[in-house]
């Protein structure tokens, strides 16, 4: 019901910074928790954030914290990441991720429908 299209990655330094959009179609997407995951090469799909409808009281990844932003705009159905001081680590490709079931996760399965991904690589 949700289709889901990321934007916004791209080459950066090491303390830089970049903001990721994600676009959702659909009529539904205001009561969805909408997450953001990453995959460094050769290693899973970790989770980063997720945000509810009220957008109140985010969720992040403890290797995130102070440094990245997730907010939403349901007005304009999008959801974004303000990624600050990227380090190398922080380089992956980056999936939006829509949740329909209440409450914040950070397990994969639990969400419903996924963008196809846009690479951030941060360089030294």
């Known amino acids: 019901q949700v289709q889901l299209v990321e934007s916004g990655g791209g080459l950066v330094q090491v303390g830089g910074s970049l903001r990721l959009s994600c676009a959702a179609s659909?009529?539904?997407?205001?009561?969805?928790?909408m997450g953001w995951f990453r995959q460094a090469p050769g290693k899973e799909r970790e989770f980063v954030a997720a945000?509810?409808?009220?957008?109140?009281?985010?969720y992040y990844a403890d290797s995130v914290k102070g440094r990245f932003t997730i907010s939403r705009d349901s007005a304009k159905n999008t959801v974004y990441l303000q990624m600050n001081s990227l380090k190398p680590e922080d380089t992956a490709v980056y999936y939006c991720?829509?949740?329909?079931?209440?409450?914040?996760?950070?397990?994969?399965?639990?969400?419903?429908?996924w963008g196809q991904g846009t690479q951030v690589t941060v360089s030294s």
């Open positions: 991720a829509a949740k329909g079931s209440l409450g914040y996760s950070r397990i994969q399965k639990q969400y419903d429908y």
């Open positions: 659909g009529p539904t997407f205001s009561t969805y928790i």
């Open positions: 945000i509810s409808r009220s957008a109140a009281s985010p």
